[in-house]
């Protein structure tokens, strides 16, 4: 299994960044999956996880409204739309399946600061 993060970067408060996820190495289609975040000093925490079909999503109170998960399946990759950013979201994220049980990318850092 490889999972490779992307499209991080520097934002001012209230921007938005779109992530990407491309998964390999396993049937993506068959796999729910999640997206994780590790802010400075702090443990790592889940932040939003969808179906494998992409129907049904789930998102952590604290990103809820803000954030939004999907997939394309047919690019075997997942996205995180991320908007109304604050310096409260700055960490690195990464994707995983829902149990976070295979091998973590190096993940992308989001800063967001002015």
């Known amino acids: 299994v490889q999972l490779v993060e992307s499209g991080g970067g520097l934002v001012q408060p209230g921007g938005s960044l779109r992530l990407s996820c491309a998964a390999s190495?396993?049937?993506?289609?068959?796999?729910?999956m999640s997206w994780y975040r590790q802010a400075p000093g702090k443990e790592r925490e889940y932040v939003a996880r969808?179906?494998?079909?992409?129907?049904?999503?789930y998102y952590a109170d604290s990103v809820k409204g803000r954030f939004t998960i999907s997939r394309d399946n047919a690019k075997n990759t997942v996205y995180l739309q991320m908007n109304s950013l604050t310096p409260e979201d700055t960490a690195v994220y990464y994707c995983?399946?829902?149990?976070?049980?295979?091998?973590w990318g190096q993940g992308t850092q989001v800063t967001v600061s002015s």
């Open positions: 969808i179906s494998n079909t992409g129907m049904t999503t």
């Open positions: 995983n399946g829902v149990s976070g049980g295979w091998t």
């Open positions: 190495g396993f049937t993506f289609s068959s796999y729910a």
